[in-house]
């Protein structure tokens, strides 16, 4: 019987994406999982699917910053209580950044280098709030993870190579279900394939998958 793999589709605006992420990069949970996390670009499938952001709801704009909290400590994800100066960024160049790096390193390489970076993108936006949309950011941490010439490299492709994919991504994770973030599409070792949405929802997740859920901490309070 194969084992349990989980696909999640991610964007670095979205704090709920970025909770979901740390908790299946960190939690021992999924430590016999195989995981494969795919960039999209939230804004196209939000007006795909004709979509509000939740800041742009009357009420829900407020009570979404405390539910991000909230899953935060929870689960002891590093994350500023406050939102950074001018959220939400446009994340287009970041995004085609991240999938013209899973162009560069193919094969195996592929996720151990998104996610190395995925992981400075992430601390230094919702921890440090750096603006990580901005060109010469956005380089400077590329640079930080993967040297000055495959950062060169990976930036010089975002623009048609990067572009291309992420379309591609974003219809994927439409094609998928994908109305929000995070998504998660998961296979469990008897080959069936069920969707969730929501860092709320990985308790459903797990039992999907037939991973043991700890009764301690966050996980008590998950669907």
């Known amino acids: 019987m194969a084992g349990p793999k989980l696909t999640l589709y ?34 196209g499938v939000m007006k795909a699917c004709g979509n509000t ?11 979404i910053n405390v539910e991000r909290v909230r899953w935060a400590r929870l ?3 590093p994350m500023r209580e406050n939102v950074p100066d001018g959220f939400p960024p446009l994340t287009l160049l970041v995004m085609r950044a991240l999938c013209a790096l899973t162009l560069l390193y193919p094969g195996n390489e592929e996720q151990e280098k998104l996610t190395k970076v995925l992981d400075v993108l992430y601390h230094e936006y919702w921890c440090e709030h750096k ?4 060109k010469e950011v956005l380089a400077e941490l590329l640079t930080r993870v993967l040297g000055e010439g495959d950062s060169r490299k990976v930036m010089e492709m975002a623009g048609k190579e990067g572009k291309e994919l992420l379309g591609k991504n974003t219809d994927k994770a439409l094609a998928d279900g994908a109305f ?22 990985l308790g459903q997740v ?11 901490g966050g996980w008590k309070a998950m669907l």
Not at 15 to 22: G, I, K, T
Not at 180 to 201: C, I, Q, S, Y
Not at 206 to 216: D, F, R, S, Y
């Open 75 to 77: 689960f002891s994800i």
């Open 180 to 201: 929000g973030l995070p998504w998660f599409v998961a296979t469990n070792g008897d080959g069936k394939t069920e969707t969730f949405w929501g860092v709320d929802h």
């Open 131 to 134: 603006k990580t949309n901005e």
């Open 10 to 43: 991610v964007d670095t605006v979205s704090p709920f994406a970025y909770e979901a992420y740390y908790i299946l990069r960190n939690d021992p949970v999924f430590k016999n999982c195989e995981i494969t996390y795919v960039p999209i670009f939230l804004g």
């Open 53 to 63: 952001a939740p800041i742009n709801i009357k009420n829900k704009d407020k009570w």
């Open 206 to 216: 797990t039992a999907h998958l037939g991973l043991e859920q700890p009764k301690i």
